[in-house]
Nanobody, 122 residues
Framework: VQLQASGGGLVQTGGSLRLSCTAS????????VGWLRQAPGKEREGVAC????????HYADSVKGRFTISRDNSKNTVYMQMNSLKLEDTAVYYC????????????????WGQGTLVTVSS
């Protein structure tokens, strides 16, 4: 199983970034795939996930209206467009997959990928 994340970087407040996560080795369509994040000194937080088989989408309250998650099943890839970034969005973002309903948001994850760092500066 592999979850390959990319797209992190440095951006100013109010800016945008797009994260990508490409999956392999499991039944991509049946899993809610998305991201958790962990900021320095804070607990890991579920951010968003999406499942294609039933249209399930979840967002953390802290990102609703600013982040949009989507997927391309032909490429086994999930994207997260992050707009209106805030200082508090600074974190390492981990791609993850859960077979459970809303599992990524609850940090109940079956598979983890490596993290990608997002830094928002003032």
């Amino acid at each position: 199983v592999q979850l390959q994340a990319s797209g992190g970087g440095l951006v100013q407040t109010g800016g945008s970034l797009r994260l990508s996560c490409t999956a392999s080795g499991f039944d991509f369509d049946d899993y809610c795939v998305g991201w958790l994040r962990q900021a320095p000194g804070k607990e890991r937080e579920g951010v968003a996930c999406i499942r294609s088989v039933d249209g399930e989408v979840h967002y953390a309250d802290s990102v609703k209206g600013r982040f949009t998650i989507s997927r391309d099943n032909s490429k086994n890839t999930v994207y997260m467009q992050m707009n209106s970034l805030k200082l508090e969005d600074t974190a390492v973002y981990y791609c993850a997959a859960s077979v459970s309903y809303g599992g990524v948001i609850r940090a109940s994850v079956n598979y983890w990928g490596q993290g990608t760092l997002v830094t928002v500066s003032s």
